[in-house]
Nanobody, 126 residues
C-alpha cells in the first residue's frame, strides 16, 4: 500500500520553471518495497498522459513533449519524488499526478500504475 501526495503546482508565465514534489508513504510493515514512480498530467478536456518515469533501477524515461525540459528524480532517504520543469509552455498546463507501481520498469501508460495521488495544478500563461 502506498500513499502519494503531490505539491508544488502553481501559475507561471511561459518560459518559467516549477518544481513538483510527491511525498511517498509506504505502508508495507517491516519490508521495504521498491516502486517505480512516474509523473503524469491531464490537460483540460484531454486524457491523462505520461510525462516521466523512473524505474526501480534508477533509469528514466520521458515523453517527447517534455524531453530536455523536465527532469524526474527521487530522494529515497526523504521518500520524495520530484519533477523539475523548465522552459514551461502554455501546453504544459494540466493537472499533474504522481503514480507508483511495483513493476520494476513500467512505461508511460496510465494502466501500468496502481497507485495515484490527487494531483497538483500547473498553469502556464503566455
Amino acid at each position: 500500500q502506498v500513499q502519494l501526495v503531490e505539491s508544488g503546482g502553481g501559475s507561471v508565465q511561459s518560459g518559467g520553471s516549477l518544481r513538483l514534489s510527491c511525498k511517498v508513504s509506504r505502508f508495507t510493515g517491516i519490508y521495504y518495497i521498491r516502486y517505480s514512480m512516474g509523473w503524469f498530467r491531464q490537460p483540460p478536456g484531454k486524457e491523462r498522459e505520461g510525462v516521466a518515469v523512473i524505474a526501480t533501477d534508477g533509469s528514466t524515461r520521458y515523453s517527447d513533449s517534455v524531453n530536455g525540459r523536465f527532469t524526474i528524480s527521487q530522494d529515497n532517504a526523504k521518500n520524495t519524488l520530484s519533477l523539475q520543469m523548465h522552459s514551461l509552455k502554455p501546453e504544459d498546463t494540466a493537472m499533474y499526478y504522481c503514480a507508483a507501481d511495483r513493476s520494476p520498469k513500467p512505461g508511460l501508460q496510465t494502466y501500468e500504475y496502481n497507485y495515484w495521488g490527487q494531483g497538483t495544478q500547473v498553469t502556464v500563461s503566455s
